[in-house]
């Protein structure tokens, strides 16, 4: 198979952006959050270009700390931003986001680039960064869904075991329907890259399985970790 990534100039980035333009003109038009979705496209764009260049030395250090300082970084900054919807917020409650998405993610991230890949050595940052990066993200997404409905259930007066509940599942939705359409709608994204470099579809499915479990399993023990302990404070 042919392994060469065909290269993106810089109008055809341009031109991918099109359907953003739409949707912000459209927003724009219905007097939604169109600055809100502006401000988070402009910032996806700055950090992207960002990271592509600090990942081109973080991709050639051998130094431990430095990927442990990074991963340190990577989840302080998810459970910030999976409390953000939240009208109230306090340190107490950054504080359960912060291990929750750390007890989902951390223990999986290390079975996966430990038992499943046998990444050599541990912090090999060529696989662990974005491995953390996806499992990290997947979870504070579920957090951020779970902590939203459980406060608005909460507060509905449907008490705490309810809104538990209610708060598991509907932040589990996404993953569930991600399951059951992955192959039949969709190739999810490290699944196409693969099989754009070259890798045989049989063994980029192979992984992409690797990928669905380890955010299925990380995002739903990071919500059920937060859900309790949420329900343990006033």
């Known amino acids: ?19 953003t333009v739409i949707v912000i003109g459209i927003m724009v ?5 169109a600055a809100s979705a502006l401000y988070a496209t ?9 990271i592509g260049y600090v990942l081109i030395y973080l991709f050639e250090t051998d130094n431990a700390l430095i990927i442990l300082g990074v991963l340190a970084i990577m989840l302080t900054v998810a459970s910030w931003i999976a409390i953000r919807p939240l009208p109230r917020r306090n340190r107490q409650i950054y ?11 951390i223990p999986t991230l290390l079975l996966v680039t430990q038992g499943v890949i046998d990444v050599e ?10 491995l ?6 997947g979870a504070m997404n579920t957090v951020s869904l779970a902590a939203e409905r459980y406060e608005s259930d909460y507060d509905a007066v449907n008490g705490p075991e309810r809104a538990r509940r209610a708060a598991f599942e509907a932040s ?7 399951l059951l359409a992955v192959g039949l709608v969709t190739l999810p994204g490290m699944m196409t890259g693969q099989v754009l470099s070259g890798v045989s579809p049989l063994v980029a499915a192979k992984y992409q399985i690797v990928v669905m479990t380890m955010l299925f399993g990380a995002s739903g023990i990071a919500a ?3 859900l309790v302990l949420r329900g343990r404070r006033p």
């Open 1 to 19: 198979m042919n392994s060469t990534v065909p290269v993106i100039s810089a109008t055809q980035l341009v031109l991918a952006c099109v359907p």
């Open 29 to 33: 038009h219905w007097r939604t959050h």
């Open 42 to 50: 402009a910032r996806m764009l700055v950090q992207l270009i960002a």
């Open 95 to 105: 504080a359960d986001a912060l291990t929750a998405i750390a007890c989902g993610s």
């Open 121 to 130: 050595p541990w912090f090999k940052p060529r696989y662990v960064i974005p």
């Open 132 to 137: 953390a990066g996806m499992i990290f993200a």
């Open 172 to 178: 589990m939705i996404p993953h569930v329907n991600t």
């Open 224 to 226: 059920a970790v937060y």
